[in-house]
């Protein structure tokens, strides 16, 4: 069994940073990327970040380059999403997911890609 559990998460004014964390344990796997996605309510879950876990590659949504950067620390196995200038448009339960086969930038996009996913953190943007 593999646990991603998700932190960090909380209410800051727009304008703001918060920084999520995302710590991986149960059986080891074979880590190929891992993501954050978020959904707001009455909508989809939607991609934010993904990156590639041997080579730290990166890609983000259109909405949130320059302001969030997603990153991983192979020895404590973890991964994390700095968030700055927060909008009240990203308030949203945030997840992470992990994916143990290989993809594309773009299929790195998808929900459909993911193998295991954490119970999120709710991120709160007031205007």
């Known amino acids: 069994q593999v646990q991603l559990v998700e932190s960090g998460g909380g209410l800051v004014q727009a304008g703001g940073s918060l920084r999520l964390s995302c710590a991986a344990s149960g059986r080891s796997f074979s880590r190929y990327a891992m993501g954050w996605f978020r959904q707001a309510p009455g909508k989809e879950r939607e991609f934010v970040a993904a990156?590639?876990?041997?080579?730290?590659?990166?890609t983000y949504r259109d909405s949130v380059k320059g302001r969030f950067t997603i990153s991983r620390d192979s020895a404590k196995n973890s991964l994390y999403l700095q968030m700055n200038s927060l909008k009240p448009e990203d308030t949203a339960v945030y997840y992470c997911?992990?994916?143990?086969?290989?993809?594309?930038?773009?299929?790195?996009?998808?929900?459909?890609?993911?193998?295991?996913w954490g119970q999120g953190t709710q991120v709160t943007v007031s205007s």
């Open positions: 997911a992990a994916a143990e086969t290989s993809a594309s930038i773009w299929t790195m996009k998808s929900t459909r890609f993911y193998d295991y």
């Open positions: 990156i590639r876990w041997n080579d730290g590659s990166t």
